[in-house]
């Protein structure tokens, strides 16, 4: 059983980025995996306060929701995230969950211990949405700031669907060549 965990990173529900994601969460479900989708705009997560306490012991001494997701990450084979741009980068609650992870750098770089008990490399593959046509490096800081999340958690960035020209909500829904394309990538992505 392959699991796959979704993460949802839009404050809006049933907007670009989540009809496509919903779409690659299908393909992988039609493929046979398990899929959990994460929403994150409902859980409450702090963002880090860089008090240092995860160079301890490699984990986050934060008490609240994203308690419940480090298990989570470190159980899955795959991650899917998607995003809309904001200001050129990722929502401001993805970023939250991303920056929460550095309790994996610091269990990782500071005290050299694993990710995943096995050394399993998950696969990750990166969803996002823009209201803009085109533009010089629209996509460019997101990517970066989700290859460097997939780099910590040992998941290999395996590819991205970067939509431009979709600002009204939903749009996404009537781009079938959009849908298929994040569909075949969920359904490809763990295999
Ligand atoms: C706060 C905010 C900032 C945004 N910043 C950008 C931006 O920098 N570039 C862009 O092309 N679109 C920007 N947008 C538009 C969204 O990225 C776009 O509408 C996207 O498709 C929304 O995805 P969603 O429906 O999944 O939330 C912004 C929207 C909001 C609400």
Redesign the pocket.
Known sequence: MLRLVGIFG???RD????ILLNSAIKGAESNGAVVEKIIIRDFQIAPCNSCGGCWEKGVCVIDDDMQKMYPKLVDADGIIV?S?????GVSAQLKAFIDRCQAFWARKYVLHLPIRDDGRIAKGFFIA????DT?EG?FTGAVKTIKAFFHVLDTQYMGDIL??G??E??V?GKKQELLQQAFDAGKKLLV
């Not at 809309?84 to 050129?88: A, D, L, S, T």
């Open positions: 839009s404050p809006r907007g670009n980025s989540d998607a809309p741009i904001y200001f050129m949405t823009a209201a803009r533009g629209l939509c431009a979709l600002e909500k939903g996404a």
